[in-house]
């Protein structure tokens, strides 16, 4: 009776096999560093306009003279709250809004002195005879949220000229498709 | 067999626990600094090279342009546009009276007659941006930005 109970002589291994788990952790870890886009450091939270008619940006971010200029919103952090901005309305506060190239702020007058340094950067080689000297090779994309005052982004373009950049591009949405 | 937890099959066994920890944090730290990337474009808007700056503004004897006129009104808090002297409310109809003003222009074998986007500091992007769209639909490229008036005074410095 006593033999009818007694446990088998072969050991039973229980123990976790962790092979398959290392292989999928692997793969997740291959999947979020290869998804990580560590490119897009010059962009800050911008909520952008949308226009069905916008040319998609196929370029891959740094593989070309671009200088990304963002206007946005300051961020509902440290104390600092904007209901206004909150409630999707349109904040008129001129404080509130910020400019930044490459995450750092620059004021309406510091930006002008960056555009130009950026500008210099890369110069073309010939004077343009129409406007009587070396203009700049440099793109500048201009980024502003979607409730920005107009004023920052023409005061960012007549900065832009001044300094010799014309090649300006201006940053919308596509909408998203039904 | 590759994976066996038997000790005497595999002899030299390697602790994975450490590595499983490491990979694990790893994940969790690129899953955390994931962000799906949104579905960016751009308008292209190169500015004159001869030009200069405030030529847009310049009187000449005949117009040639198509000028768009924004205001901000302060009390509803919406953007009023203007095309010649009349207002306009609706997309469709300033996307029409756009293109009928071009087609004009075209007429009179003047095609690369610009649209011009004169807003007032205070008028959202986004009503800029919609002005620009309702150009790229009915296919014209050249939008200049009115230089007029000075950014706004507040914001120099008080940033």
């Known amino acids: 009776m006593a033999d009818k109970f007694k446990p088998p002589d072969v050991e039973e291994n229980v123990g976790c096999n962790l092979i398959p788990m290392i292989d999928i952790m692997f793969l997740l870890l291959l999947f979020f560093m290869l998804s990580a886009d560590m490119s897009q450091r010059d962009l800050e939270e911008v909520v952008l306009p949308q226009a069905d008619q916008v040319k998609e940006d196929t370029k891959v971010r740094g593989t070309e003279e671009q200088t990304t200029v963002n206007v946005f919103h300051r961020l509902a952090t440290g104390g600092f709250s904007c209901p206004v901005y909150s409630n999707a309305q349109d904040c008129r506060d001129l404080s509130h809004w910020l400019i930044a190239i490459r995450g750092k702020q620059f004021t309406t007058d510091t930006v002008k002195t960056q555009l130009q340094f950026e500008a210099n950067l890369s110069l073309e080689d010939t004077v343009d005879p129409a406007a009587g000297k070396k203009l700049s090779k440099r793109k500048l994309m201009i980024r502003a949220d979607q409730a920005a005052p107009y004023g920052y982004v023409q005061g960012l373009i007549q900065a832009a000229g001044e300094a010799g950049i014309y090649m300006i591009e201006v940053g919308a949405a596509a909408p998203p498709k039904p | ?159």
């Open chain 2, 1 to 159: 067999m590759a994976g066996s937890q038997d000790p005497n099959e595999n002899p030299v066994a390697i602790n994975v626990v450490p590595m499983v920890d490491v990979i694990f944090c790893l994940c969790v730290f690129f899953m955390c600094s994931l962000k799906f990337k949104q579905l960016e474009g751009k308008f292209d808007s190169w500015l004159p090279k001869g030009k200069g700056i405030g030529a847009a503004g310049s009187v000449s004897a005949l117009i040639e342009e198509i000028r768009v006129a924004m205001f901000y009104d302060d009390k509803t808090g919406k953007t009023v546009r203007q095309l010649g002297t009349r207002r306009v409310e609706d997309d469709a109809t300033l996307q029409q009276l756009i293109k009928d003003a071009h087609d004009d222009f075209v007429r009179l074998n003047k095609p690369d007659t610009p649209v011009t986007i004169d807003a007032e500091s205070r008028v959202p992007w986004r009503e800029v941006i919609t002005v620009m769209n309702l150009c790229k639909r009915n296919g014209i490229d050249k939008i200049e930005f009115a230089m007029g008036t000075a950014p706004p005074a507040a914001a120099k410095g008080g940033l």
